[in-house]
């Protein structure tokens, strides 16, 4: 079975600060993962894939299949990051399936 | 306009009745799911869909129930042996990586 662990539910840091949020993974195979983003009152939306390896906003985020864990980051963070926070999981089959989520919220 | 759309916004239903909640997407993507979500809890997959007439349970189907009939279209049915049905549910349709979601439909059981 796949899971996706995010253990924690709450990040706050001040503006300027590193921030980092968690994702631990259980799957098998060969997973694809995500991180989605939801903004107040927006729609999740997907913020960054590992396999494009790409920086989005400032965020990166590594899969390190010997953890099994798929962690993001940002240096630097702004107070427009302030959002809700998933990691997801897609497995064979079409089965997507997302962690518990992370509040993040950037103080000034 | 593109995109998915869940209808209505607000529900509200009495203990004991069926509900169905509407999903539908112009986008031509194959793959569709609920979700619900619940404060603390994250997304927790109820149903999903690969291909027309097909869909495979998700980790909480229990009281839920769906159909895919069109592919533009996947209604949730929310049965009254759903212990808990009050809740925010989510809808996304998925081509390739990337799932698209709608706006959700918050289910107010009295």
């Known amino acids: 079975a796949q899971r996706v662990t995010q253990p924690e539910k709450l990040l706050s840091v001040f503006k300027g600060a590193p921030v980092e949020l968690k994702c631990n993974y259980s799957y098998s195979g060969s997973p694809e993962l995500f991180w989605y983003v939801q903004y107040s009152r927006q729609r999740l939306q997907l913020l960054l894939r590992h396999i494009s390896r790409e920086s989005i906003k400032g965020f990166t985020a590594d899969l390190n299949k010997g953890e099994t864990s798929f962690h993001l980051k940002k240096p630097f963070a702004q107070e427009e990051d302030s959002a809700m926070y998933y990691c997801a999981l897609i497995a064979a089959g079409n089965k997507l399936t997302f962690g518990g989520g992370t509040r993040v919220l950037v103080k000034p | 306009d593109g995109g998915i759309t869940q209808s209505p916004k607000y529900l509200f239903r009495k203990e004991g009745q069926n509900v169905t909640l509407s999903c539908e997407q112009n986008l031509n993507h194959d793959a569709m799911y609920w979700y619900r979500q619940d404060p603390g809890q994250g997304l927790r997959l109820i149903y999903y869909?690969?291909?027309?007439?097909?869909?495979q349970k998700g980790d909480i189907a229990e009281g839920y129930s769906v159909s895919r009939e069109k592919k533009e279209s996947f209604p949730l049915t929310v049965t009254s042996a759903q212990k808990n049905p009050t809740a925010f549910y989510l809808c996304a349709s998925r081509q390739g990586t990337e799932a698209f979601f709608g706006q959700g439909t918050r289910l107010t059981v009295v």
């Open positions: 869909s690969q291909i027309v007439n097909d869909f």
